[in-house]
């Protein structure tokens, strides 16, 4: 079983910076995809970025430009750098990983989610 811990969120002045982190633990053969998405009040989730084993990364139109995201294998660990933020940007963020298990078998995570408020 993988367990995601997300930590970094909070509330930031508009134009402000956020450092997002989410570290993966449990048994698991590997790591795969990981990435972060976003769900605002009244708004189905979204996707905001993704980082490959490869590390290749993929940006929603949204956010490209202002937000990196980054990933440490050796401590299974992804990161969302957030810049310039905008008041738009407030939503809860969720954490996901893809992966094998022990057994092989694929698996998908969630995290528990943290609240980021951007407002004056």
């Known amino acids: 079983q993988v367990h995601l811990v997300e930590s970094g969120g909070g509330l930031v002045q508009p134009g402000g910076s956020l450092r997002l982190s989410c570290a993966a633990s449990g048994s698991f053969a590997s790591i795969n995809v990981m990435g972060w998405y976003r769900q605002a009040p009244g708004n189905q989730r979204e996707l905001v970025a993704t980082i490959t084993g490869g590390e290749t990364t993929s940006y929603s139109d949204s956010v490209k430009g202002r937000f990196t995201i980054s990933r440490d294998h050796a401590k299974n660990t992804v990161y969302l750098q957030m810049n310039s933020l905008q008041p738009e940007d407030t939503a809860v963020y969720y954490c996901?990983?893809?992966?094998?298990?022990?057994?092989?078998?694929?698996?998908?995570?969630w995290g528990q989610g943290t609240q980021v408020t951007v407002s004056s």
């Open positions: 996901r990983t893809t992966g094998l298990t022990i057994a092989r078998s694929s698996f998908y995570s």
